[in-house]
T-cell receptor, first 113, second 112 residues
């Protein structure tokens, strides 16, 4: 089954404790991206990757890191989480052609205390 | 910078009536315009999209229209049903590349 898998789905952590949210897709997609969703603010892009070893900042990259060592995986790293990073996070992927459908993961709800 | 404005932010319609959500974009080079639906607690999913060489596209009860001159596009849902209740996001491509500029979303409420 074609899918984008994120883990963990839910996480409560404390300020400053490094965490990683994993994202994996099994569709051989070139393009992957991370979004955060906050009430009233829609979907805001954090980072994206057009292919292996190619990553770039989105609209709200501060406080986040990513890596793309393999085509299927695109982890999101919060080196020192802060309460303002409490949010719902979505990973998404597509073939990368302009106009390709974005397939979203189920989301990861993160709470930073 | 480039942006997409989406209106209204909340739309309440009687079941069976039509719903229209409008988006305006600023980048004249945008050539791809998708609409995503996000049900409560679920992930966004593509419901329909349109490219700049087409003025209208239909898929059963949903349709999208595009006015390139005015730089706006709209989602039309006819004969609304309870399962249409969701948040709808429009987006426009940044020029012709992979990236999308997203609208802020419209919460559609279908009243029984």
């Amino acid at each position: 089954e074609a899918q984008v898998t994120q883990n963990p789905r839910y996480l409560i952590t404390v300020t400053g404790k490094k965490l990683t949210v994993t994202c994996s897709q099994n569709m051989n997609h070139e393009y992957m991206s991370w979004y955060r969703q906050d009430p009233g603010l829609g979907l805001r892009q954090i980072y994206y990757s057009m292919n292996v070893e190619v990553t770039d900042k989105g609209d709200v990259p501060e406080g986040y890191k990513v890596s793309r060592k393999e085509k299927r995986n695109f982890p999101l790293i919060l080196e020192s989480p802060s309460p303002n990073q409490t949010s719902l996070y979505f990973c998404a992927s597509s073939f990368g052609r302009a106009g390709g459908e974005l397939f979203f993961g189920e989301g990861s709800r993160l709470t930073v205390l | 910078g480039e942006n997409v404005e989406q209106h209204p932010s909340t739309l309440s319609v009687q079941e069976g009536d039509s719903a229209v959500i409008k988006c305006t974009y600023s980048d004249s080079a945008s050539n791809y315009f998708p609409w995503y639906k996000q049900e409560l607690g679920k992930r966004p999913q593509l419901i329909i999209d349109i490219r700049s060489n087409v003025g209208e596209k239909k898929d059963q009860r949903i349709a999208v229209t595009l006015n390139k001159t005015a730089k706006h596009f709209s989602l039309h849902i006819t004969e609304t049903q309870p399962e249409d209740s969701a948040v709808y996001f429009c987006a426009a491509s940044k020029g012709s590349n992979y990236q999308l500029i997203w609208g802020a979303g419209t919460k559609l409420i279908i009243k029984p």
